[in-house]
């Protein structure tokens, strides 16, 4: 009998992937990409648990899921400190902030011209 693969293994991996690389998005997309990950997963490998031998690519689930997990923690990790910082500076204080860092790159830039 010829192996299946699982239905879900190649969406859980790449959902697992975005959810890294979208963490940075106010932290929403990435917790929601991989919340999205960690449910398919944990059908998908319900699913291989109840008939091992009638599927392949558990590989791709297990390390989709690893990467989802890893995806939640850096987006919930960021988006906590973009509401600290908006309860703490404010709008117009991350504002300031982020034009005082430009001002401080363009400076270093300028001086890394000079020598």
């Known amino acids: 009998m010829e192996k299946r693969k699982l239905p879900n293994a190649s969406a859980v991996l790449i959902l697992g992937i975005m959810s890294i690389l979208t963490c940075c998005c106010w932290g929403v997309i ?25 599927y392949e690519g558990y590989s791709n689930i297990n390390t989709g899921r690893i990467l989802a ?4 923690v850096l987006s919930a990790i960021y988006f906590i400190i973009n509401i600290y910082m908006l309860v703490v500076l404010g709008e117009q ?23």
Request: no cysteine; net charge negative.
């Open 30 to 54: 990435g917790l929601i990409l991989g919340i999205v990950a960690l449910v398919l997963a944990k059908k998908d490998i319900a699913l291989y648990n109840e008939n091992p031998e009638l």
């Open 69 to 72: 997990i890893i995806g939640i």
């Open 93 to 115: 204080g991350i504002k300031d902030f982020q034009q005082n860092l430009i001002e401080k790159i363009k400076h270093q830039q300028e001086m890394d011209e000079m020598e």
